[in-house]
Nanobody, 118 residues
Framework: QVQLVESGGGLVQAGGSLRLSCVAS????????MGWYLQAPGKQRELVAT?????VRNYAGSVKGRFTISRDNAMVSLQMNSLKPEDTAVYYC??????????????WGQGTQVTVSS
């Protein structure tokens, strides 16, 4: 019953900016950590940024100083500045959620394509 709905992906020129947003909805008791992961073709899904319910942020080294993660309750956003072609990937919203059964579980969005042209 939980779903994560993403928006904001698209095509942008190198050096440009995008803002990704994700909203969690459904049968939610509480949300611990939310974040963003990326997956490039032929590679493992990897961390971009996370933020805890207390506001503690963690970033991949490759995006520090360029990306900013923020959160407002069940919404998480990723401001992406100074984009590079190597940022091109499918970006997935992530949330660790306690739902109806009171067990924390990972939930994933459908993914949104980010393409940075050179």
């Amino acid at each position: 019953q939980v779903q994560l709905v993403e928006s904001g992906g698209g095509l942008v020129q190198a050096g440009g900016s995008l803002r990704l947003s994700c909203v969690a909805s459904g049968s939610i008791f509480s949300i611990d950590t939310m974040g963003w992961y990326l997956q490039a073709p032929g590679k493992q899904r990897e961390l971009v940024a996370t933020i805890t319910s207390g506001g503690v942020r963690n970033y991949a080294g490759s995006v520090k100083g360029r990306f900013t993660i923020s959160r407002d309750n069940a919404m998480v956003s990723l401001q992406m500045n100074s984009l590079k072609p190597e940022d091109t990937a499918v970006y997935y919203c992530y949330a660790k959620i306690i739902s109806s059964g009171n067990y924390p579980r990972p939930f994933w969005g459908q993914g949104t394509q980010v393409t940075v042209s050179s």
